[in-house]
């Protein structure tokens, strides 16, 4: 399985390239290529080739730039011989491998896992994702709704309910990065953790 890391946002509520973010001396970005890294490879997803070092991981440029986390899985199908992989956010520090593993386990058969909240919403950057979705997010890169929701409406999608999930801590790991203070107070319960 290729772990994508999305790294080609604008990052505008926070006000800076938040896969450069500092987490104890290194690159966000980093940090997490190296938690996923047990994963099988890793490869960062930017919106354009050599925006930032990417320190030896496989870096992936946007084919149809300005269209978003599409990329992330279009290059990921088109660029690699992976059948899996698990896609994430730059800016969710706290994701957990084991519960990507749990994803991945039900996958077969489907073009994508997801978590569906009690809410209704799912969180689409935290997924894990079959090749046979390629045609369906090429569909969606060349049509005229360019959106992930788009291409999932296309998808077979396995949605795990938060039910099913309840062992997991979703707030915790699913949380986003979006603004400086949410990244201030990522900072302070890092360091309390310790």
């Known amino acids: 399985?290729?772990?994508?890391?999305?790294?080609?946002?604008?990052?505008?509520?926070?006000?800076?390239?938040?896969?450069?973010?500092?987490?104890?001396a290194e690159p966000m970005s980093r940090m997490l290529a190296r938690r996923y890294s047990v994963?099988?490879?890793?490869?960062?997803?930017?919106?354009?080739?050599?925006?930032?070092?990417c320190a030896g991981y496989l870096e992936l440029p946007d084919a149809f730039p300005g269209q978003g986390p599409l990329n992330g899985l279009y290059s990921?199908?088109?660029?690699?011989g992976e059948n899996t992989v698990f896609l994430t956010a730059t800016d969710m520090p706290n994701g957990d491998p084991a519960l990507v593993r749990t994803l991945c386990a039900g996958l077969d058969g489907y073009d994508a896992c997801i978590i569906e909240r009690r809410s209704g919403r799912y969180d689409p950057l935290f997924g894990v994702f079959s090749?046979?979705?390629?045609?369906k997010v090429e569909e969606a890169?060349?049509?005229e709704r360019r959106s992930l929701r788009s291409a999932f409406s296309r998808?077979?999608?396995?949605?795990?309910?938060?039910?099913?999930?309840k062992d997991w801590d979703l707030e915790h790991i699913l949380a986003n990065l979006n603004t400086p203070e949410a990244y201030e107070s990522f900072l302070r319960e890092r360091e309390a953790a310790r």
Do not use: Q, W
């Open 1 to 24: 399985m290729l772990t994508v890391i999305l790294t080609g946002g604008m990052s505008r509520r926070m006000g800076r390239d938040k896969a450069l973010l500092p987490v104890d």
């Open 76 to 80: 990921a199908f088109t660029r690699t």
């Open 39 to 53: 994963l099988g490879p890793v490869a960062f997803s930017v919106d354009r080739a050599g925006r930032f070092d």
């Open 155 to 165: 998808m077979n999608v396995h949605y795990f309910t938060e039910d099913e999930l």
């Open 141 to 143: 890169l060349t049509g």
């Open 131 to 135: 090749r046979s979705c390629l045609p």
